[in-house]
């Protein structure tokens, strides 16, 4: 199946080309008192589950989002009692890069044939929504989009998933005092 595939090779080998900087697109709900959300409760991807993420790399995850909302003073709470809750998807599709050259230039520009070349490669995707407990519905989310890379060590990989979820909640609206 290779179009939308719920796989993470190695997760998010992430969301890593050769580069080790993340932008994410995020959003929020202007409407929503932020000043009000004092604990969180990491649900994950409890709702869809998906059996490609092995439980380390949603480990790692969840680790990730609880150390960086407790950056933000924010408590870790039980489902039933946090304000909000954080869901997150991680999704991969494979894509191939085509890209053309000419063989032959001369001062008048290119002649003769061209030569063409594929690359396979892997986009991977990850949400993270975060959502009003008690409405039960979402006032933020953040997404990035990324090549996904291969790391050699597990170390290697808890600290990029570490940076892409840094990258998201660089966004998230602060408390303001």
């Known amino acids: 199946m290779k179009a939308i595939k719920l796989v993470i090779i190695p ?34 991807d409890e709702l869809y589950k998906n059996p490609y993420l092995s439980d380390m790399n949603r480990d790692r995850i969840n680790d990730s989002i609880s150390a960086e909302l407790a950056k933000l003073n924010l408590d870790e709470e039980n489902k039933s009692s946090a304000d909000v809750l954080i869901n997150y998807f991680v999704v991969t599709k494979d894509k191939v890069k085509v890209t053309s050259t000419p063989v032959s230039y001369s001062r008048y520009g290119a002649y003769g044939q061209s030569h063409i070349s594929a690359r396979d490669y892997v986009e991977g995707t990850i949400i993270i929504d975060v959502v009003d407990n008690k409405s039960q519905k979402s006032i933020w989310r953040s997404s990035i989009h990324k090549s996904v890379k291969e790391f050699d060590t597990p170390q290697e990989r808890s600290q990029e998933i570490a940076k892409v979820i840094k990258a998201m909640f660089s966004e998230f609206p602060t408390q303001t005092s």
């Open 11 to 44: 997760l998010l080998a992430l969301l890593s080309a050769c580069s080790t900087t993340y932008e994410a697109e995020s959003d929020y709900n202007n409407a929503y008192n932020f000043n009000s959300v004092d604990s969180f409760h990491v649900v994950g």
